[in-house]
Structure formats: C-alpha cells, structure tokens
C-alpha cells in the first residue's frame, strides 16, 4: 500500500522537506487559477488570460482592473487549512520536517501551525506601499474601494505576491535549495512541476527518498522513488495520523 510505504519513509528520516502546489490549496476550495475554468473565468469576465491579469506591467498600466480581479479570483479569506497542511504541521512540531516549501499565497500552512513556511511567490496577507514602503494586512486591501492607496503618502499598495514578469525573492529561493539539497527525504504535493523556476527545485535534491503526490502525471514522475496518484491531504494524513 502506497500510504504505508509513505509512512515508512517518514519514520526513518529526520530532515524531511515539503515543496507543494496548488493541489495542496484546491483541497482547501482554492481553486486553480491557471486550470480550465480559471482561464475561462478570467477571459470571459476581463478578457484576459490570468498571466496577463497577474503581471507586473498590468499592475502598473490597469490598477484598477488588476486589483477587481485579484480581490475576486485571488483572496480566500474563509478557506481553512485542509488534512495535507494539518499533517504537515504536525510532522513539523514531531521535529521531522524541517520546512515547508511552497508555490501557494494563502497563508494556510501558518494557519495550521506550521512555523518553517518558506513562500516563493509570497502571500496575500502581506500588503506594502510602492511609496513608503509601509506594510498593510489583508483587511486593509480588501476593504479599500477600487486600487488600495498608502493613506501616509498615497502611493499605491502592493500585494506582496510574485507577479509575472517579476524575479522570485533571491533570500526565499536560495532558502529552499539549501534546505531540499540537505534534506534526506522530499516530498513533493499538488503541483505539476512546470511553473519555472520554482519546479527546477527538485534537481536540488540529492537523496533516495523522493515521494511526488500529485493527481495528474508530471515531467518527473520515473525520477520518484514513491509515486502516489491521489489526494495530497489523503496520502499525508494516512501517512502522518493513520486511519482515524
């Protein structure tokens, strides 16, 4: 059985990583915004495809359609975390994972207690001003009418986020190489190992235990020594807390 085989891995490593995706959050309802129905959402409601829409130079040219997107197909504030990002916390607190690696935005592994969260596209609940540098949370952006503006100098404010067109935080992103290319398992969730360059990360890794658990196939699936087809939160909480 898969799970146990996942479970037994866990049980010999001590210095395990997470590098997850999207697939992690759409288990919390987040959906996908590069999937199907998030493309056909987004050129059917702004005529725009989503990378266009979440790039800097939209950004700067058509705040305020930016943000009328952002604020309705980006910012989940009743999602909570799901059965992957409580394992994962709790496989943290037991001193087996060392950190969290993620492409998400949302803030929910923190939600469910995990402390060692590197963000490599950032997070919505970081907000600064492009004038001061002031930072704001969620709630001012989202009760700002139309383009948030920094109420010290009246600049606009940016979601810390990682747009297109934008280079990843170089601090977060050689964070992560340090701690996969140490680590003496990486498990790999939710995500389809083709948004560049944060999916090169795995060529870090330098261990024997990789386990990739992902719904669809992806380019480095022969390269698992595990390879689970399924439910990121199911595979984990079966592997963490058994059948409860």
């Known amino acids: 059985m898969s799970y146990e085989t996942l479970k037994e891995m866990i049980d010999k490593s001590g210095n395990i990583v997470f590098f997850g995706g999207a697939g992690v959050s759409t288990e919390s309802n987040i959906p996908d915004f590069r999937s199907e129905s998030g493309l056909y959402a987004a050129k059917t409601k702004y005529g725009f495809s989503p990378e266009e829409l979440l790039s800097h130079s939209f950004f700067v040219n058509r705040p305020e359609l930016f943000y009328d997107y952002y604020k309705n197909f980006m910012i989940y504030r009743d999602a909570a975390p799901n059965s992957a990002h409580v394992a994962l916390a709790e496989l943290e607190r037991r001193g087996k994972l060392r950190a969290v690696v ?8 923190q939600a469910a207690g995990s402390v060692n969260v590197l963000e490599l596209h950032g997070s919505v609940h970081r907000n600064f001003c492009v004038g001061c540098r002031r930072f704001f949370g ?10 948030p503006k920094c109420p010290e100098c009246g600049e606009i404010i940016k979601p810390d986020v990682v747009l297109y067109e934008e280079p990843l935080d170089s601090e977060v992103f050689e964070a992560a190489i340090r701690y996969i290319r140490e680590a003496d398992m990486l498990i790999i969730g939710g995500t389809s190992l083709v948004v560049y360059p944060a999916a090169g990360l795995i060529r870090y ?3 024997s235990k990789l386990a990739l658990i992902n719904k669809s196939p992806t380019q480095y699936d022969s390269s698992a020594d595990l390879l689970i087809s399924g439910s990121v939160g199911k595979a984990l909480s079966e592997a963490v807390f058994g059948s409860r």
Not at 102 to 109: A, C, R, S, V, Y
Request: proline share 0%; aromatic share 10%.
């Open 102 to 109: 993620t492409q998400n935005i949302d803030g929910l592994h």
């Open 138 to 147: 969620l709630d001012f952006v989202i009760n700002s009418e139309g383009v």
């Open 205 to 207: 890794y330098r261990g």
